[in-house]
């Protein structure tokens, strides 16, 4: 048998990259027996029916996944939100930022659109807990050539996915690695206020040695955790929330014990980003349960 990585999926139907041929492949009837679903970043092991097709026969064990976009073993997401046009949203990148962390993935924060802002210094103060809490952010102009050796370093035999808001600049990213990809963009909607979208399913693109994948953009995002789980990984939160008096802090305002409250006074965490944790945890409590 042969191994490969589905890199697309269209219907019924996925492509598999192996030794750097694609090939058309269709799921086996013991995968379908044992409702098996592949998706995009799966590691398969399938046999060729001929030059260009075949039938994928395993579904190796997944490292991680992604529910939405649906993509498996990813090594980063490259998150990518707009400074302007549309307006960034500190909340937006957050809720971004949980799903990834939730599936115990490294996210990448990148801010586009650099170029239509006149004073970076209020996104550069906010995004500073974010670069002493360990993350990596990047402010980019997505028409700057140096763009290409920074990314180029970044994803280098990695499996990678961009995500973020609609119009945030997600194809333009890509088309700015250049190597080749002229993928559509779209324009900024003053009128409705978001993104149009172009990128309507998951694909890989074969990128240094890597895989990258541009992800259908979404205008928000409903968090599949519980309270517990978002007071444990919330962005900037891990480093004191272990310290916390109390197991299973939530880290509300009259918490007591709670190190994450110390952290935001003595303005180690932003209070925006506190702010948004606290919307997020209510928006937690108050959705409908699950039995």
Known sequence: ???????????????????????????????????????????????????????????????????????????QVIVVVSLKQPEFSSMLLDKYLVQILDNEIEPIIYLSKKDL????????????????????????????????????????????????????GKSTFINGLGIGFDIKTGEYSKALGRGRHTTREVEFLDVYGGLLADTPGFSSLDLDVDEIRLSQIYPCFKEYALDCKFRGCLHKENSSGCKVREAVNQDLIAEETYGNYLKILEEIENRPKRW
């Not at 999926?9 to 409702?35: E, M, N």
């Not at 550069?124 to 700057?144: R, T, W």
């Open 1 to 75: 048998m042969n191994k490969g990585t589905i890199v697309r999926v269209v219907g019924g139907l996925f492509y598999v990259l192996s030794d750097s041929i694609k090939y058309k492949c269709t799921a086996s009837g013991r995968l379908r027996d044992f409702k098996i679903i592949p998706i995009a970043g799966d590691h398969v092991y399938f046999e060729k029916t001929n030059d260009k097709e075949g039938y994928i026969k395993e579904v190796l064990e997944r490292k991680n996944r992604l529910i939405r976009p649906p993509v498996a073993n990813v090594d």
């Open 117 to 168: 802002v006149d004073d970076l210094s209020q996104y550069e103060k906010i995004m500073k807990y974010y670069q002493d809490a360990g993350f990596k952010v990047y402010f980019v102009n997505s028409l700057d050539i140096r763009n290409k050796e920074i990314f180029e370093e970044i994803l280098t035999s990695k499996i990678s996915v961009l995500t973020g808001q609609s119009g945030g």
